[in-house]
């Protein structure tokens, strides 16, 4: 069964602090590890699709990186507004037709000005 | 460009009623889904659709049903509300093509005494 944990559960930053979130995966292949982040009150938004060990994406503050156990998201220097719940989901090559996602419970991230 | 659209925003049920959540999308996207998100577990597939006229099981089904007569809509019924269908439910939808992303909804609030 696919399983992904993600950690902390819940993260507060002062503005400008840098920090990682992480997402660790037991799957039986990976096709593709997508990142979204959720505010509170709306759907997930859609932010990396990592596909490969040793890939990396940025945009803005955020990088995220992949390896072959686990996927980290690098903020850097970040802002108040980049306070959100944090989801990272796996794609695997048993996902079926329809190549569902299996999604982790998420981190929520507070940037404290 | 509306994305996907969810209705209604919050309902609350009591026990034993039944009641359909809408779900819309203007993308022309054939690949659509229901979500469940609780506290702690993270999002869960109820149901999905690859095209109009075809849908299958996700990984919690019992005690909803579907139906996607049209490419744009993809409401989810609950037949005989219970408690323990309390949730924030998302529907999202997606190309086919490769690893394409998913766009969400910004989900029905339901509460069932």
């Known amino acids: 069964e696919d399983q992904v944990t993600q950690s902390p559960e819940a993260l507060r930053l002062q503005e400008g602090e840098s920090s990682s979130l992480n997402c660790s995966y037991t799957v039986s292949g990976l096709r593709g590890l997508f990142w979204y982040r959720q505010d509170p009150g709306k759907g997930p938004e859609f932010l990396f699709t990592?596909?490969?060990a040793g890939e990396e994406k940025e945009k803005e503050r955020l990088k995220a990186t992949l390896t072959k156990k686990e996927s980290f998201l690098h903020i850097t220097a970040p802002k108040p507004e980049d306070s959100a719940t944090y989801l990272c989901?796996?794609?695997?090559?048993?996902?079926?037709?329809?190549?569902?996602?299996?999604f982790g419970s998420g981190t929520q991230l507070t940037v404290l000005p | 460009n509306a994305g996907v659209t969810q209705t209604p925003k919050f309902q609350v049920l009591k026990t034993g009623q039944s009641m359909t959540l809408q779900c819309a999308q203007d993308m022309n996207h054939e690949y659509m889904s229901w979500y469940r998100q609780d506290p702690g577990m993270g999002l869960r597939l109820i149901h999905y659709?690859?095209?109009?006229?075809?849908?299958d099981q996700g990984e919690v089904p019992n005690g909803y049903n579907v139906s996607r007569s049209t490419t744009e809509d993809f409401p989810l019924r609950l037949l005989s509300a219970a408690p323990s269908q309390t949730s924030v439910y998302f529907c999202a939808s997606r190309l086919t093509g490769k690893d394409q992303p998913q766009h969400f909804g910004d989900g029905t609030r339901l509460s069932i005494l």
């Open positions: 989901a796996v794609q695997t090559h048993s996902s079926g037709s329809a190549r569902q996602l299996t």
């Open positions: 659709s690859v095209g109009a006229g075809i849908t």
């Open positions: 990592l596909y490969s």
